[in-house]
């Protein structure tokens, strides 16, 4: 175990070292004929010379590397530990819940029943799965007060764009042609924006007041004929609840446009407000933030979306309905935009979500009020060290901002790097855009009063040490298997294959 870090060793005190560079998988093998033994692919080469002329065909066998598996095995877990994961320390990330999620989800979701069925299978013997998911969209109607919801989307981003499109059937339908912008917030997420250029949206960026919060009277004046949408989150990007959502909601349907939610930032009002009550058409919700499924690594999300009455005509097919004890799939409705997603969506997502909210029942808001309860203390144990960047109070998240604190010269990369050698990973730096030097944290409601206090007395403990020696600090991190990288190398030219030696 020598070489490992111990997170959270207290504040103040780094992690142990690191062993070094480790070996590559294909360094450790001998040869590079370890791969599966070769298949026959059952399809004659000549037809699939036709199908692919001229590329996709190997001429040599792939270089896979051979390695006993006692070796991969601890190849794999040697990777595994220098990776920071919630099962090591806080994660506190804005802007993406990034929460721990209770085992036994993942214990459901891995039955035998759900987790080996075939996306194929006949109806009759899928009758649980329908019925999983006929019960799941009404606990999120139930959530959201929304009409419908489809379960399909595979993540946040892919929900707004299945929502836009939607937004774009209405009105369509109701011969309005010409709402062909969507008005975004400055402080939205980046996603909004992008999902609505997709839909073949032009987006117009709407102010925020000092306080946080949109500016209704520079929405107001954007509105017109022209708009099919308003795409809003709330509590918003910088932590803060849109109080004037009703009056936003009013102006916007007597304009004739429709208002979207991005719900990734419910983890703040699950169980406690509705986007449906405050006026919402469109809802959007991330299972892999509010609803225990875990998140990173790209790896499967779920976004589904819903709809108020007026628009439950253009959901994507095919929707779970049920007559009598039976639940079929239904692919025959006529005015929907179609299908959005192979199969059922990612299944597996929406056994977690399924197993956690009915885990939590009718005390669901407990998750609200302690996510709301855990930013607000980290908040005020951190006001003495970082100026926050509105004045109003957090909800869920909340950002603070290196600019005006005791060492002018401290970025909020310099923070973010170094807490990665004390074993804590860094907060969201450098969003929303519209802060300087920002850092956003989200320490969610399954932090403890220790982990936070362990954040925050890190966080003091690097701001001493800058007074110190602001270079160690700016040289960050030290004790992390790679250090500083060049970021605009790493993003324009990153290197993520290895190739074998020519
Ligand atoms: C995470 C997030 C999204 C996008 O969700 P993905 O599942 O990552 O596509 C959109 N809006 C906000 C506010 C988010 O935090």
Redo the contacts with the bound molecule.
């Keep these: 175990m020598s070489g490992m870090p111990v997170p959270g060793a207290g504040a103040g005190e780094p992690v142990a070292e690191w062993a070094g560079d480790e070996p590559l998988v294909f360094e450790l093998s001998g040869d590079l004929r370890g791969g599966p033994r070769e298949v026959e692919p059952g399809v004659p080469v000549e037809a699939l010379e036709r199908l692919l002329p001229g590329v996709g065909l190997r001429t040599t066998p792939a270089p896979i590397p051979a390695v006993p598996e006692p070796v991969l095995a601890r190849h794999l877990g040697r990777l595994a530990r220098r990776n920071h994961n919630l099962h090591q320390g806080i994660y506190p990330l804005g802007?993406?819940?990034m929460k721990y999620n209770p085992a036994v989800d993942e214990q459901l979701a891995g039955l035998t029943g759900f987790a080996d069925l075939h996306p194929d299978q006949d109806i009759d013997d899928v009758q649980g799965a329908l019925q999983l998911m006929w019960e799941l969209e009404r606990l999120l109607c139930e959530i959201t007060g929304m009409a419908r919801i489809s379960l399909q989307p595979a993540?946040?981003?892919?929900?707004?764009w299945t929502g836009l499109r939607m937004i774009q059937a209405y009105h369509a339908a109701r011969g309005d042609t010409a709402r062909t912008r969507v008005l975004i917030p400055d402080s939205?997420?980046g996603?909004?924006p992008a999902s609505a250029a997709l839909a073949g949206l032009e987006v117009v960026t709407v102010r925020s007041n000092s306080d946080g919060t949109v500016d209704v009277a520079d929405l107001g004046g954007r509105l017109d004929r022209s708009v099919a949408a308003i795409m809003m989150?709330n509590p918003n990007?910088l932590g803060v609840f849109e109080k004037d959502i009703m009056e936003i909601a009013r102006i916007a349907h007597e304009a004739g446009s429709l208002l979207y939610y991005?719900g990734?930032?419910l983890n703040a009002l699950v169980g406690l407000a509705r986007p449906g009550d405050m006026g919402f058409d469109v809802v959007h919700l991330?299972l892999?933030?509010t609803f225990s499924t875990p998140h990173g690594g790209g790896g499967p999300?779920s976004?589904p979306v819903g709809v108020a009455p007026a628009l439950t005509d253009f959901l994507p097919v095919p929707t779970v309905e049920r007559t009598g004890d039976r639940f079929l799939l239904n692919h025959d409705r006529p005015r929907s935009i179609g299908k959005v997603r192979a199969h059922y969506g990612n299944f597996g997502m929406l056994v977690r979500a399924y197993a956690y909210i009915r885990s939590y029942g009718s005390t669901i808001s407990q998750v609200a009020q302690d996510a709301v309860l855990n930013a607000r203390y980290l908040q005020a144990r951190l006001a003495p060290l970082f100026p926050m960047a509105v004045p109003s109070d957090s909800m869920h998240e909340f950002v603070a901002t290196t600019r005006g604190c005791r060492v002018p010269e401290l970025r909020a990369i310099d923070v973010a790097k170094r807490l990665l050698d004390y074993g804590v990973y860094a907060p969201t730096a450098y969003f929303p855009t519209t802060v300087p030097e920002a850092l956003m944290f989200e320490p969610t409601e399954t932090e403890s009063k220790r982990s936070l206090d362990l954040l925050a007395d890190t966080c003091a403990a690097i701001v001493a040490e800058a007074e110190r020696d602001l270079e160690h600090v700016r040289s960050a991190p030290h004790l992390t298997p790679v250090s500083r990288v060049d970021e605009v190398e790493a993003a324009r030219r990153p290197v993520l294959r290895w190739k074998p030696a020519e």
């Excluded at 993540?155 to 707004?160: L, M, R, S, T």
């Design positions: 802007s993406c819940t993540a946040g981003a892919h929900g707004e939205a997420h996603t909004n989150t990007t991005d990734a930032n991330n892999h933030k999300g976004g």
